[in-house]
């Protein structure tokens, strides 16, 4: 896996579009990954797009969850008093 600077997106086009379409490739700004990039062509894109959208979609609700767990955590394990509303559609 190839690493790519900002700057060398911007300066060094050739070169980093033949890195890129070689293989995966990280973008960079200031030492620290900003993106993940995937070689795709006409055949492809329809694919990677949705498993992409699969992927982001995967670590948001892991992010919800970690959230959650957190916020239990946070309350001593204990969910809020709901006012007795559970007992009195019971």
């Known amino acids: 896996m190839k ?5 060398d997106l911007a300066t060094k086009n050739k070169k980093t579009r033949q890195i890129i379409s070689a293989g995966d490739s ?6 620290k990954p900003i993106a993940y990039m995937i070689p ?30 957190s916020s239990r955590a946070d309350r001593g394990g204990r969910q809020k008093d709901s006012g007795g509303v559970q007992e009195k559609t019971r």
């Open 3 to 7: 690493f790519i600077t900002v700057r």
């Open 26 to 31: 990280v973008l960079t700004l200031n030492g």
């Open 40 to 69: 795709v062509n006409e055949d492809n894109f329809e694919y990677v797009v949705n498993e992409a959208v699969q992927i982001r979609a995967s670590a948001a609700v892991e992010s919800m969850r970690k959230k959650s767990r």
